[in-house]
């Protein structure tokens, strides 16, 4: 089956099975491991990756629903060596622990303050909702977020 679809503003062309999911493409075709698969079911949200403005979980998301979508990854945040604000901020407030979710929550995020740049600390809890830490650092990524939304 080929589709053609935009990643981190680069445009693909791909034959790909009916049945391949984004997450597999993103890693195993285009080299992108910077998205993490987790649980395989959606629960965890270390897959979580941007598709048209919107956070989704690339372990649910079929290859082929990609077609003539635009596709954000982790790897997608730093340019020219310069990290993204929300990057810096996850560093300066301490938020990245054993590192696991950390792309999935950065990317859930990213979602949030694309659509809202000022959000409260409630919207950025109901953000992050569906990614999990096993860490149990939620307090210091919600301030992470609000300070990088705060441009601090």
Known sequence: ?????TVNGKEHTMDIRPTMRLVD????????TGT????????C????VIMNGKAVNS????????RGKEILTIEALEKDGQLDRLQESFINNIAVQCG???PGMLMSAKALLMANPHPTEEEIKLSI?????RCTGYNK???AIKAASEGI
């Open 1 to 5: 089956m080929l589709i053609e679809f």
């Open 25 to 32: 493409l993103l890693r195993e075709e285009l080299g992108l």
């Open 36 to 43: 993490k698969e987790g649980c395989s079911e959606g629960e």
């Open 45 to 48: 949200g270390s897959c979580t």
């Open 59 to 66: 372990c649910l998301v079929l290859a082929p629903q990609v």
């Open 100 to 102: 696991y979710c950390t």
């Open 129 to 133: 909702a569906g990614n999990l830490c």
């Open 141 to 143: 990524i919600v301030h």
